[in-house]
Each structure stands twice: as C-alpha cells, then as structure tokens.
C-alpha cells in the first residue's frame, strides 16, 4: 500500500438540494490549498451541480456559494468529470454543463487510483 499521494479524488452524488454538495467543493478547495491535485467525479443528482444555471441555486451559510465554490476550484486547477449514464439520463448534453467540465467514464477516476489517489466520497 502506498504512504504518500498528491492525489485526491471526490466522488459526489449529491445535488443542489443537499449541503453535502457544498461541503464536497469547499473539502476539494481545501485539497488544492493544500498542495493536491483534485478531480470531482460527479454521479447521480450532482450532474445537476454543473448544469448551466444549476448552481446557482445552492448556498449553504456560513459556506461561499456553490457557484463561487466551483469556481475557485477549477479556476485553481480542479477537474470535473460528470458520469455519461448520469448527464445522459436527465437529457444532458456537453452543451448543459458550465465551461471546463468533461463528460467521462468511471475510469478516469480509476485511473487516478491506481496512481495511488485517495478518494472521498459525499
């Protein structure tokens, strides 16, 4: 087992309507402040946190707003991925999702892992 990882992935499946989003980016936030290399590999309801408009619905006081949250996080490097079955399965396409999002597979994420990545999960 590896001791050491400047990884770290965040894997999210709750939406707007759950702090837990919220909490999932200021936890990704804190990775980068902290020197790692984040990724978010959202599923389920979470594709909704990335839908054009779909952020901005959420605040949870005392945290920043959701918008503001992901903003930072990808403005300082983070990467996004959104799960195809999930964006697909609320009629998504590339063109729903805000600027720097990709839509890809689980095995992206895998990828990270086998590279020693922790993972997270909200």
Sequence with gaps: MQTGTDKLVIVATK???SELSSVAFTIANGGL???????MF???TAIDLVRKRGHDLTQVAPLQP????????QKRGGVIWACPPCVKSRGYEQ???IEG?????????????KQGAAVVSF
Excluded: P
């Design 33 to 39: 402040t902290a020197g790692l290399k984040v990724s």
């Design 15 to 17: 939406g707007i309507d």
């Design 66 to 73: 959701l918008a503001a949250l992901i903003d930072d996080f």
């Design 101 to 113: 999002v990709t839509i890809a597979g689980a095995s992206v994420m895998h990828e990270q892992i």
């Design 95 to 97: 063109a729903d999702l």
């Design 42 to 44: 959202l599923t389920s």
